[in-house]
């Protein structure tokens, strides 16, 4: 399956953004998918993730209730909403597809990565 991520970009603290991941290859269905971030220097950290049809969700502690991930099998996407931007969350954000059936948290369960999209939050 290949992943391309969209949506990200310069924006200020307290801004919405979301994040599409669009997948081809393969039914979307098939997999859990899963959002990560990654900063200079630092290793990639998991965020969020959806089972296969949407049925549980697992978030880092870190973004709870400001970062929302869902999923449209029809149209082969995935979202992440994020609200209330923080200068914190500025990263590059990767979009994952795992073939587990729940919603894994780890980047050694995800084998299809895209090639992420940029979020900058200034303050």
């Known amino acids: 399956v290949q992943l391309v991520e969209s949506g990200g970009g310069l924006v200020q603290t307290g801004d919405s953004l979301r994040l599409s991941c669009v997948a081809s290859?393969?039914?979307?269905?098939?997999?859990?998918m899963g959002w990560f971030r990654q900063v200079p220097g630092k290793e990639r950290e998991f965020v969020a993730s959806?089972?296969?049809?949407?049925?549980?969700?697992s978030y880092a502690d870190s973004v709870k209730g400001r970062f929302t991930i869902s999923r449209d099998n029809a149209k082969t996407t995935v979202y992440l909403q994020i609200d209330s931007l923080k200068p914190e969350d500025t990263a590059v954000y990767y979009c994952?597809?795992?073939?587990?059936?729940?919603?894994?948290?780890?980047?050694?369960?995800?084998?299809?990565w895209g090639q992420g999209t940029k979020v900058t939050v200034s303050s």
């Open positions: 994952a597809a795992s073939l587990s059936s729940i919603a894994v948290t780890t980047t050694r369960s995800y084998s299809y």
């Open positions: 290859g393969r039914r979307i269905g098939d997999y859990t």
């Open positions: 959806i089972s296969r049809y949407g049925s549980s969700t």
